[in-house]
């Protein structure tokens, strides 16, 4: 029994300021990693990895009209992409955590909550330690998975720093049985393109983050969800808390203003997933003898989602996958067919020339179509629009709404 006070004590300590207990989650997706191996990077995979994220920005250069975005190159290990990644899941998790708490609190009567004493924030802080133990086997999961900082299509690292996970990027060439140094050299190609997007369309990181952060405003909990799980902590076994199953506990409205922000969402990671195959594959194609296999094994890869993503779904309420990838993809092959690089990228300029979902089904004529350039003779690059806010408010921010194509 003393044992278990120990361990309890130490489990519901320092809770933080938000509603998720963040020292929890590294605690357990360390112990996670510490379990399944976490390899130190060597000297010579950090040399490959800077070596080879040269290499692709040179390849890059003929094929994108964004300079490259690279400030630092880094070899990161599976610990190393947690720490440096943990600002953004913050911002990107804790209002969701924040209703689940509070929806733990409302199972409390109203009459009998002033009894409760200091036993209400008691429940705030246990409930901060289930999301902080689920969440850091979610994160544990995807730092075994992931190949690169940008790899799930978010900006999830520092500004301008290209990092590479060699230990993962071997162990997913074995699994395609393709030369390590190929898959490497397609790995940095793809950050690399990722950086030269974030870095240098200002507005981008911020609409990216903010278009989550909006969507997760419109997820509810499930309080019968929550009951349930409650039902399944063992009072007995503090590690229960980690332990506890909380699919289901979160879904989105069904409302029209739910769907249409998911939309925007999933049109957003299409397009940012989309141009980056096509101006990777684009380079590499007189390269890499694999390219072929490497572009559809990364095409499949990003589509499907693996196991990491789908427990991340499961604990947020939300897949971040580009659906329509290789929609996304062809339009954009479409653009650079018609318009050239030059006029292909100049649609990064600003959220409201990007192309909309249902230019999806048909990309030749979006392509095909000559924009009036009097039509953008209001329009102030400097930032995205009315809607978006500033391009340099701090990234992950929530505006007033999303940007996205008018309704």
Known sequence: MQQFMAQLQQLLAAPGSGPVNWDLARQVAASQLSSAGDPAVTPYERNSVEEALRLADLWLDPTSAHPSGIRTSVAWNRNEWIYKTLDVWRKLCDPVAGRMVAAMGDLVPPEARSQLGPMQSMLTTLGGALFGGQLGQA?????????????IGLPLGPAGTAALLPANIRAYGEGLELPEDEVRLYVALREAAHQRLFQHVSWLRGHVLSSVEVYAAGITVNREAIEEAMGRLDPTNPESMQALAMEGIFTPEDTPAQKASLTRLETTL??????????????????????NRLGEA?????????PAEQTFAALVGLE???????????????????RGIAGRDALWGHPDLLPAEEDFAD?????????????????????????????????????????????
């Open 139 to 151: 994160l544990g999961s995807l730092a075994a998975e992931v190949l690169s900082a940008g790899d």
């Open 270 to 291: 299409a397009l940012v997933e989309g141009w980056v195959c096509h101006v990777v594959d684009s380079a590499a194609a007189e390269r890499l003898p694999n390219v």
């Open 298 to 306: 990364f095409r499949r890869r990003r589509a499907a989602g693996g």
């Open 320 to 338: 971040l996958r580009p659906r329509r990838l290789r929609e996304a993809a062809t339009l954009w092959a479409a653009l650079t067919e018609h």
């Open 363 to 407: 990309p030749e004529t979006f392509a095909r179509s000559q924009l009036d350039l009097g039509d953008l003779d209001d329009f102030d690059f400097g930032k995205p629009d009315s809607e978006t806010g500033n391009p340099d408010s701090e990234p992950g921010k929530p505006d007033s709404e999303p940007g996205g194509k008018p309704e």
